[in-house]
């Protein structure tokens, strides 16, 4: 139990483009889902803490024009990195966290998509 | 505030050695949960545990121990007869009270080599 799937895994953009991810809980329903970014070699960064039916919240320093997310239901969110940007190529990892009493709960992380913008 | 420390960057063993890998926590909080995820080479993370602040005993799954110890703040994680598939970046990471939205705070990582 408990998958986390994440769509696409790899996606090549020329830059200008806007880029959609889809993450999924395939098996539990998931109020929250965050949203992370990872640098080569590096700990995993939140972005965003999105909960089911209401606006994201960014952490500082994240801009949240440049990354839309939208958490329409309770096994979906999707993060658009809009005028993808060189820069904004990294590896984008979701992880769901279950209904229930939030800080207990274990949060299951999708496969992560891996972005390259040129 | 809260933080993770994991201060080993890298360890490099031989294939059936065991290995721990340490970490370090700091919460003001009295309830919290800790958590060790594994990070392999294709990037997803597998969740390995999951303790909460009340219990101290120690777990054993397989090959893989964790030794929780509240005096030390310490949580670590050792492999026993270390295979060259547990090469990976394994990060501990913490969840308390502190903050509304009970993120996980994640230490660095430490990246396990382990060669045949």
């Known amino acids: 139990g408990a998958v986390v799937s994440q769509h696409p895994s790899w996606v090549i953009c020329k830059s200008g483009t806007s880029v959609k991810i889809e993450c999924r809980s395939l098996d539990f329903q998931a109020t929250t889902m965050f949203w992370y970014r990872q640098f080569p070699k590096q700990s995993l960064m939140l972005m965003a803490t999105s909960n089911e039916g209401s606006k994201a919240t960014y952490e500082q320093g994240v801009e949240k024009d440049k990354f839309l997310i939208n958490h329409a239901s309770l096994t979906l969110s999707t993060l658009t990195v809009t005028s993808a940007h060189p820069e904004d190529s990294s590896f984008y990892i979701c992880?769901?966290?279950?209904?229930?009493?939030?800080?207990?709960?274990?949060?299951?992380f999708g496969p992560g998509t891996r972005l390259l913008v040129l | 505030a809260q933080k993770v420390t994991q201060a080993q960057t890298e360890i490099s063993v031989v294939e059936k050695e065991d290995v721990t890998l340490d970490c370090v926590y700091e919460t003001r909080d009295t309830t919290y949960y800790l958590f060790w995820y594994k990070q392999p080479p294709s990037g997803e993370l597998v969740f390995l545990i999951r303790?909460?602040?009340?219990?101290?005993q120690n777990e054993i799954s397989g090959r893989y121990s964790w030794n929780f110890q509240k005096s030390t703040s310490s949580f670590n994680f050792t492999i026993t007869a270390s295979q060259v598939v547990d090469s990976a970046v394994y990060f501990c990471a913490l969840s308390d009270r502190m903050d509304s939205s009970y993120k996980l705070i994640f230490g660095s990582g430490t990246r396990l080599l382990v060669r045949p």
């Open positions: 303790r909460n602040s009340f219990d101290e």
């Open positions: 992880s769901a966290r279950t209904s229930g009493r939030s800080y207990q709960e274990t949060q299951y």
